[in-house]
């Protein structure tokens, strides 16, 4: 019970790594604010938590996910910044600025402003822990998804920004870079692929991973308690990969 009675927000709450994520919490004593733009009544009652519809991209709508956490809870102790689109594969040459903006919109933007309204909250009560999500696409460049890779490099850069800026404040900020994992995402981007002519997808992705498999929710959820919690109290401004050894692996900017 690291989180009992510990106040947690996260965002993307509804997509496959967030409710995972929000299970674990809960499993643990949290008390949950779910965002999505998505509906998530039915998780927040499976938890019995609270739950909150965002659009993470919208600064008034992120002020309102904080607002609504402090009405409530009164406090901010974890907030798991997790948000975040796969966008359109194509090369960059075929993309639109439209297809660029979206994604760059969610998952850089939308990290952006959930640090802009949380860090205040856990900068005056001397005490708080970010995860951002972000990717084994933070460190590696991937065919065929240049706004993705743009967005989840910008989340490093984000996430080291905060950390060195709110240090001496009491609060840490670390993110986490799953690679290739079992949700939504990762079905979508095989579809992708498929309709553009690699139709054995799955196998090309899995043939990069030294673990021969794709990650679980629960495995990248495990990292993101650790790095929530007071076991990780020297860490900030850093990363957990959790890929499998994808990023080490001669293959891993490729799919081959």
Do not use: W
């Not at 297809?99 to 850089?108: E, R, T």
């Not at 990650?215 to 929530?228: G, H, Q, Y």
Request: with cysteine; net charge neutral.
């Amino acid at each position: 019970m690291r989180f009992k009675d510990q106040v947690v927000v996260i965002t993307g709450a509804t997509g496959g790594l967030g409710s995972d994520a929000a299970r674990g919490f809960a499993r643990e004593g949290a008390k949950l604010l779910l965002v999505d733009r998505d509906d998530g009544t039915e998780l927040a009652a499976e938890l019995g938590a609270q739950f909150h519809r965002a659009d993470v991209t919208r600064d008034a709508d992120v002020a309102g996910y904080v607002a609504a956490a402090l009405a409530v809870f009164g406090r901010i102790d974890v907030f798991f910044n997790n948000a975040g689109i796969e966008g359109r594969i194509a090369p960059i040459m075929e993309l639109t600025e439209a297809d660029f903006d979206a994604v760059m919109g969610v998952n850089a933007k939308g990290v952006f402003l959930g640090l802009k309204h949380v860090l205040p909250v856990m900068v005056k009560q001397r005490a708080g822990a970010v995860v951002n999500t972000a990717s084994t696409a933070s460190h590696v460049g991937s065919p065929g998804l240049g706004p993705y890779v743009a967005s989840k490099h910008a989340v490093l850069g984000l996430t080291r920004v905060a950390a060195v800026e709110v240090a001496k404040l009491g609060v840490r900020v670390n993110a986490v870079c799953p690679g290739p994992t079992e949700t939504r995402m990762i079905r979508s981007l095989e579809e992708q692929a498929g309709a553009r002519g690699l139709n054995d997808a799955r196998e090309r992705y899995m043939a990069g991973i030294p673990l021969g498999r794709y990650c679980t929710p629960a495995e990248i959820t495990a990292a993101v308690m650790f790095l929530s919690s007071s076991d990780a109290s020297g860490m900030t401004g850093t990363h957990m990969l959790v890929d499998g050894g994808r990023t080490g692996a001669p293959s891993s900017s490729a799919m081959r």
